[in-house]
């Protein structure tokens, strides 16, 4: 069964950093497209950040120049470093893989999520 394991979160002031980590398990990591979501209680899940299998980036508007997306395929893991924070930024942050198979069809997983607060 293929996991996707997150950690590092935790409560950080405003202003302050953090760095999200998701571990990929029994899946060929280097074929997933790799995102991270985040979910505010009320609100829906959003796409904050992705990385492509080849390494090619995409930021949503509201985390652009604060957050970035990295990934180390010879960890399976797929990093989100964020600076800046602010209250707005607290939510449950998920990772998800994506890969393309042939035809239409698809391949992703979830992971649990962790918890960001920002809090003073």
């Known amino acids: 069964q293929a996991q996707l394991v997150e950690s590092g979160g935790g409560l950080v002031q405003p202003g302050g950093s953090l760095r999200l980590s998701c571990a990929a398990s029994r899946i060929t990591f280097s074929m997933y497209d790799m995102s991270w979501y985040r979910q505010a209680p009320g609100k829906e899940r959003d796409l904050v950040a992705s990385?492509?299998?080849?390494?090619?980036?995409n930021y949503a508007d509201f985390v652009k120049g604060r957050f970035t997306i990295s990934r180390d395929n010879a960890k399976n893991t797929v990093y989100l470093s964020m600076n800046t924070l602010q209250s707005e930024d607290t939510a449950v942050y998920y990772c998800?893989?994506?890969?393309?198979?042939?035809?239409?069809?698809?391949?992703?997983?979830w992971g649990q999520g962790t918890q960001v607060t920002v809090s003073s």
């Open positions: 998800y893989g994506r890969r393309r198979l042939r035809g239409s069809s698809v391949l992703d997983y």
């Open positions: 990385i492509t299998s080849g390494g090619s980036t």
